[in-house]
């Protein structure tokens, strides 16, 4: 066999034999096994707590942070606030004290960002764990705004914010 021949029957096996291996069945997948407290989290999960939770934090009608001067009992980011920290609350009244919940309020001044001062409230919970070294910190944000995220006025039901 001339060495051109064998050069070319060389290069049609290695070619061949990879589309071969290219059109051969797929290598197995590793099956995962979900971490049973994590897994259990997932589970506990109620799609009709959450909608209706949305459902609340969008009646409030805004939750801009410029709304803090208007906001009522049912209107507004504060409203909305108390809402949400009367929840943890009750989630609280269940942990034997391990569950505080509290609000931080502090004056935002005027910035380039901020047209006027505006005061600002967040909601806390801490849940004390059983390893004082480990500290887990869950975030969220329930503030939302319209097009002009300094009208306090208009309409920010925030539906589609962190709910859809």
């Not at 001062?117 to 910190?137: H, K, M, Q």
Request: one cysteine or more; charged letters at 20%; proline letters at 5%.
């Amino acid at each position: 066999m001339r060495p051109q021949h064998f050069f070319a029957m060389l290069c049609a096996a290695v070619v061949g034999g990879g589309f071969a291996v290219a059109r051969g069945a797929e290598p197995a997948q590793p099956v995962l096994t979900p971490y049973s407290p994590i897994a259990a989290m997932a589970d506990a999960v109620n799609a009709d707590r959450l909608q209706a939770t949305i459902d609340a934090l969008v009646a409030f009608g805004t939750r801009n942070d410029f709304s803090e001067k208007s906001s009522t009992a049912g209107h507004g980011v504060f409203a909305a606030r108390d809402w949400i920290a009367a929840q943890f609350r009750q989630i609280a009244a269940g942990t034997n004290g391990r569950l505080t919940v509290a609000l931080d309020t502090y004056l935002q001044p005027k910035t380039r960002r901020t047209p006027r001062a505006v005061l600002e409230s967040s909601v806390v919970a801490t849940l004390r764990g059983d390893s004082p070294g480990r500290i887990y910190v869950m975030s969220s944000h329930f503030d939302d705004c319209d097009g002009d995220c300094t009208d306090g006025a208009g309409i920010a039901p925030g539906a589609d914010d962190n709910g859809s």
